[in-house]
């Protein structure tokens, strides 16, 4: 029978958590930095810039997650987080049910927590 220490735990609780909160650093940094790369009269749609800033924040938490050599099909699930909460909120933005400050406010809340989820469902692969 092993016994795993508390102390062990904790240590990887830290890292699992300091993980999380690089991807989200990771994330903003791609906001602010690839923001600039986009035409005005594109961003000026608040679909096309929802889409614009999922892809910036996705890319450069893509290349954080590869740095940090997770696998490809654990980059392409967190990248899907990053989409999801956007792709589902545009159809009913389009439809006129929904604003667009909606839109940007309720994907960014959905995304952290979704993220969290998957980290937690494939914790073998971040709790290290």
Avoid: C, Q
């Avoid at 690839?34 to 890319?59: C, G, K, N, Q, S």
């Amino acid at each position: 029978m092993t016994t795993t220490h508390p102390r062990s735990n904790t240590r990887k609780l830290i890292r699992f958590a300091a993980h999380y909160v690089e991807m989200v650093v990771a994330m903003i940094v791609g906001m602010v930095a690839l923001a600039p790369l986009w035409p005005a009269e594109w961003v000026a749609r608040p679909d096309v810039h929802a889409m614009t800033m999922a892809l910036d924040m996705t890319i450069a938490m893509a290349l954080w997650m590869r740095i940090r050599r997770h696998s490809w099909p654990r980059t392409a699930e967190m990248s899907a987080t990053m989409f999801l909460p956007f792709a589902v909120l545009l159809v009913p933005y389009w439809l006129g049910a929904i604003s667009a400050m909606t839109v940007m406010v309720a994907a960014h809340v959905i995304m952290f927590p979704l993220m969290l989820a998957l980290m937690l469902w494939r914790r073998t692969d971040y709790w290290h």
